[in-house]
């Protein structure tokens, strides 16, 4: 079980108060998460915070190879004295159990590659559409299971945009439910990775002067090697929906030049995530032809041996 001497990165409360935190959790809407005000020793917080990566440092091409507004650093252990100690933290036995025991999923795996996690830096204008992560980690195959999130933002307003969202169901707006979590510092989210577990964030509109600041997070991401059946599904990567029109857009209403332009966005977003997946389907078929290829050699192969043997 773990204590707070196990884990002395980690305010002392938080482990002490691991099971009031999991009841939290498995009782959330619109699903299983919670937040933990605090999280690290203040002072560790801090010294992330001075540490964190300047943005040109981090890799800030998003996911169709295009320069954007979000900067991530994936090797943590390369961005200071701060950074390795969280590294050595979260990969240690005592504080796996410490996220098992506030989520009621035991046997979490650290990902020794940070895969999409890491240092995350996003600018004014950013956005994050809505979605649910990859399910499978694609080297191990191990089961996503848990994003855990920490922000180090020192000074953020609800009117700035960029709060965490997490959603019962995009596709639905009219029913849909949504918790709001602002990003503020030393703040922690842990929520379940399922294939309902839909999360993402507004539009980050920084106040005029205030382009030194950005939306500055830590993002771990866990696995285990195991799922119950009824939690899984075929292997797929991130899967995103498209934001609905805004609500204003209603018959008689006449546009007008912030209209248009949102409704360009909208359009190019559409495109962009069209676009991501013809790529990966182009890549699924040419690996499938691969593989036809290579199978239908190894047929000929075999067929020319037989008939070698018959004549000889």
């Known amino acids: 079980m773990?204590?707070?001497?196990?884990?002395?990165?980690?305010?002392?409360?938080?482990?002490?108060?691991?099971?009031?935190?999991?009841?939290?959790?498995?009782?959330?809407?619109?699903?299983?998460?919670?937040?933990?005000?605090?999280f690290f020793d203040d002072a560790f917080a801090n010294a992330l915070l001075r540490e964190f990566p300047a943005f040109a440092r981090g890799d800030h091409r998003n996911e169709h190879g295009e320069a954007g507004g979000k900067s991530v650093v994936e090797g943590i252990r390369g961005l200071g004295d701060a950074w390795r100690a969280l590294d050595d933290c979260v990969q240690s036995p005592a504080f796996l159990d410490l996220v098992g025991r506030m989520t009621g999923i035991p046997g979490l795996l650290y990902d020794r590659d940070y895969f999409g996690g890491g240092s995350h830096d996003n600018r004014d204008g950013q956005s994050l559409d809505v979605h649910v992560d990859f399910n499978h980690h694609p080297a191990t195959g191990w089961h996503r299971r848990l994003n855990l999130i920490v922000y180090l933002n020192h000074a953020w307003q609800a009117d700035w945009g960029g709060a965490l969202e997490l959603h019962r169901d995009p596709r639905d707006p009219a029913n849909n439910e949504v918790a709001s979590v602002l990003p503020l510092f030393n703040r922690c989210v842990i929520f379940e990775t399922t294939e309902h577990?839909?999360?993402?964030?507004?539009?980050?509109?920084?106040?005029?002067?205030?382009?030194?600041?950005?939306?500055?997070s830590v993002a771990l991401y866990f696995y285990t090697r195991e799922r119950h059946a009824g939690q899984t599904a075929p292997r797929h990567s991130t899967v995103y929906v498209d934001r609905p029109l805004p609500a204003h857009l209603q018959p008689g209403h006449v546009l007008d030049a912030d209209d248009v332009a949102a409704l360009h966005e909208l359009l190019a977003r559409r495109d962009q995530h069209n676009l991501r997946l013809y790529r990966e389907l182009e890549g699924l078929q040419a690996r499938l032809d691969q593989s036809t290829i290579g199978r239908l050699a190894g047929l000929a192969r075999r067929a020319a041996g037989r008939l070698r043997h018959t004549r000889g």
Not at 14 to 38: E, K
Not at 201 to 206: A, N, S
Request: glycine share 6%; proline share 9%.
């Open 2 to 38: 773990s204590d707070a001497s196990a884990l002395p990165l980690v305010a002392p409360d938080v482990a002490a108060a691991a099971d009031a935190v999991r009841a939290r959790f498995t009782s959330a809407r619109p699903f299983a998460h919670c937040v933990i005000d605090g």
């Open 197 to 216: 577990s839909w999360h993402g964030f507004p539009e980050i509109h920084l106040p005029a002067g205030r382009s030194d600041l950005s939306r500055k």
